[in-house]
């Protein structure tokens, strides 16, 4: 397992390669990539500020996967989370889930990734040409 | 600590997303009463150290109706879906504080 709430983000062929390496029973790597959309309802959005409290978020997560290895017996997932200002088009974050078939996989990589939208202390504040909003995900 | 002869307990405050914005710190800390407790420090210490921002900071934190601010049974003030976290758990408002503690003061989530 592996998880990072950072400034930067790994290489996503390099985390794919680390999760490869992991077990030789994995059959499937699903991945989600969170992408910065450059519209607002009818704004144009400039950036997005995200902070966090980086020791909860992290815990909140591992948390998580585990939950979705129980649940859904997945071998492993990688989450990684930027902070601070991304821009338009650029990645803000990354989930990663290595299972035996991609059905189970498909399952826990949609469930962990709306959990981390619900329950991982993460704020971002959307940034557009003519205002800032800080967006709730309730 | 004693002033006065009033036992006083100094706590640690942090702050995320808009409260951090409204308040215009990240962290604080409070030399408070012994025996206080988290909506003390939520609806007496904090908006008192920040006037200019208090009212905005009640109306964003407390549930209120027809203007009045709802409370519990017990007197406790009713949060809105912000979570208070004590040293890494999560606290009640009518929790008591403690030497030392770090309370985290948290709006609703917006990752992803």
Redesign the interface.
């Known amino acids: 397992m592996k998880i990072g709430i950072k400034q930067k983000l790994d290489h996503l062929g390099s985390l794919i390669e680390e999760l490869r390496k992991s077990s030789t029973e994995i059959g499937a790597i699903t991945i989600f990539v ?1 992408v910065v959309r450059g519209t607002r309802g009818n704004e144009k959005v400039v950036r997005l500020e ?4 980086e ?3 992290s ?1 909140t997560i591992e948390k998580i996967i585990n939950e979705q290895k129980t649940k859904y017996g997945i071998i492993d997932a990688v989450v990684e ?1 930027r902070t601070g200002s991304v821009t338009v088009g650029e990645d ?2 990354y989930v990663l889930v290595a299972s035996k078939h991609r059905r189970e996989g498909h399952l826990a990589l949609s469930e962990i ?1 709306e959990r ?10 959307e940034i557009t040409e003519k205002d800032g909003y ?5 | 600590m004693s002033e006065n002869g009033i036992c006083k307990i100094t706590v640690k405050t942090r702050y995320f997303g808009k409260l951090r914005e409204l308040l215009g710190v990240k962290n604080e800390t409070y030399v408070i009463e012994k025996g206080a407790a988290v909506a003390d420090l939520l609806q007496i210490y904090i908006p008192n150290k920040h006037l200019n921002v208090s009212k905005i900071w009640r109306e964003t934190l407390f549930r209120t109706l027809k203007g009045e601010y709802l409370q519990e049974k017990n007197g406790t003030p009713v949060l809105k879906n912000y979570l208070v976290i004590v040293n890494g758990k999560s606290a009640q408002l009518k929790d008591c504080l403690r030497e030392g503690d770090e309370i985290a003061i948290m709006p609703p989530f917006g990752g992803g």
């Not at chain 1, 981390?116 to 504040?125: D, L, R």
């Open positions: 969170g995200y902070e966090a409290h020791s909860l978020a815990e989370h803000i974050m990734v981390i939208k619900f329950e991982v202390p993460i704020w971002k504040k800080w967006v709730e995900n309730v």
